[in-house]
């Protein structure tokens, strides 16, 4: 299996894997005469090979043409590959995949997320192309396609429980309540509008029916503004709590991302044609600038992951 080897669990005390790496995740081997060489994945050391199955404890679902073929477990492993060789955990035998074509793997701060390994079709979620060799983060729902829309008939559906997927849901009721009282109004307004102008029609005086007065009443009782000064009470609720970790997994995957996006450039810089005493000159320029942008973007990364921990903490010892 591609995933076989694990790295460090995220219970232990060893806390080197909260420091940034100059080395990128994913790098081509050479083996013998092969042209195009092998590409190994090596998870960072931010990776994990397992999560708090409180908070999540996904599958994927192997659809093809409306049939489920399979449901894998994501769990041990510290990595999964899709790709068209035999030894990626699924293998998909299609010309739009590449040979190793993306990863997946959990995150210390429980979460999921997806790589694509600069794939030639590439890799959508939800419709949604994603670029190579970036992480994104995966949700219980979401749908993973190879290459454009029609190339293949085979999805990937990640499935399980997700403690997040409580506030999706919150939020999608809200937004429905919403929208039903939208509609309310629209109707009444409606009824109000057809109303006046059947008094119109009659000639009923304006003094018999103040319809304005009556629409203004209504403005009223569907006035956001009045909802919003409402005192919210001072104790964190669970769907805040979840709204917050959502964001900074989202904000810790951002700046993991920045930081191998400027390490790959530097590393390509420095790959230049260019006389060896001008490119030592530059070398150290380089180097100077990626230490500054090091201690910058871990110092940020520091701050959300602290903040991580503190809100994971919350969920953890609130009563709900």
């Known amino acids: 299996m591609c995933g076989k080897d694990q790295p460090e669990e995220a219970g232990s005390g060893n806390e080197d894997w909260k420091l940034l790496e100059e080395k990128l995740p994913l790098s081509i081997s050479k083996v013998g005469d092969d042209p195009k060489g092998n590409l190994v994945y090596n998870p960072p ?38 790709g068209s060789m035999d030894e990626c955990d699924f293998v998909y035998k299609n010309p739009q995949v590449s040979r190793k074509h993306f990863i997946m793997h959990y995150t210390r701060s429980n979460s999921l997320v997806i790589y ?21 983060l995966l949700s219980a729902g979401d749908q993973i396609r190879i290459g454009k829309a029609g190339l293949s008939t085979r999805s990937y559906i990640i499935t399980g429980h997700s403690i997040f997927s409580d506030l999706e849901s919150s939020r999608n009721s809200k937004r429905s309540a919403k929208e039903s ?105 380089r180097r100077s600038q990626l230490n500054q942008d090091k201690i910058k973007i871990q110092k940020q990364l520091n701050k959300v992951r602290d903040d991580l921990e503190y809100n994971f903490k919350l969920l953890r010892i609130a009563s709900f």
């Open 116 to 136: 694509d390994l600069n794939s030639k079709c590439g890799t959508t979620v939800n419709h949604m192309r994603l670029q190579p060799e970036k992480y994104y």
């Open 45 to 82: 050391k931010w990776a994990s090979s397992s999560v708090d199955s409180k908070i999540l404890d996904l599958s994927v679902q192997i659809i093809s043409n409306g049939v489920l073929l399979d449901t894998v477990k994501l769990n041990f492993n510290s990595f999964y590959v899709l």
């Open 181 to 285: 009282d939208i509609d309310k109004v629209k109707r009444i307004r409606k009824i109000e509008r057809d109303l006046e102008e059947e008094l119109r029609s009659t000639k009923v005086e304006e003094s018999y029916y103040d319809t304005n007065l009556y629409m203004d009443e209504y403005d009223e009782y569907f006035d956001d503004t009045k909802l919003k000064t409402k005192s919210k009470p001072s104790v964190l609720k669970k769907a805040d709590i979840l709204s917050n970790l959502l964001k900074l997994q989202s904000d810790e995957v951002d700046l993991l991302n920045n930081w191998y996006t400027l390490v790959k450039e530097a590393t390509n810089r420095s790959t230049d044609d260019t006389e060896p005493s001008i490119d030592a000159e530059l070398e150290k320029v």
